[in-house]
């Protein structure tokens, strides 16, 4: 993967987060959507509630963290986690150059080719409060 950055978008003393999910993770994820996770406050732990006949399945994807300052225009990384010809969701986020909000991108696609490049890639920041 080859990923053009817009580095000014960022806080120049973070990294930016590469999270990398395959078909068959994205397959799971379709599968549970249905589910609920909601935390008890009497045992103080996450409980987990899916319609009956759909199974809840923990979720671990690639996960890749670059520092900024490493970054220049794009950043290049290697999975073994794709295969050409399958589905993926890549998800990027870091914290923005305003040091308070997170701005981040969701990106979906089939890869053609072992070298993926993505470019013009459609950004969203939060907007918080920051003081």
């Keep these: 993967f080859t990923i053009l950055i817009d580095t ?3 806080s120049q ?21 249905s589910c609920v996770i909601s935390y008890n406050p009497e045992s103080q732990q996450e409980e987990i509630h899916c319609p009956e ?19 220049r225009d794009s950043v290049t990384f ?5 295969s050409v010809g399958e589905r993926y969701r890549l998800l990027i986020n ?11 991108a969701s990106i ?3 890869t053609r080719k072992a070298d993926v490049v993505i470019e013009n ?6 907007l918080m409060a920051c003081l």
């Design 13 to 33: 003393k973070e990294s930016l987060r590469f999270i990398l999910w395959n078909a068959d993770q994205l397959k799971l994820l379709d599968n549970t959507a």
């Design 53 to 71: 006949g759909v199974e809840y399945f923990e979720m671990n994807p690639e996960e890749i963290i670059i520092s900024l300052q490493e970054i």
């Design 78 to 82: 290697e999975t073994d986690h794709i």
């Design 94 to 104: 870091g914290l923005g150059s305003d040091n308070c909000n997170t701005t981040s």
């Design 121 to 126: 890639i459609q950004w969203a920041t939060t």
């Design 108 to 110: 979906e696609g089939t």
């Design 8 to 10: 000014a978008m960022f």
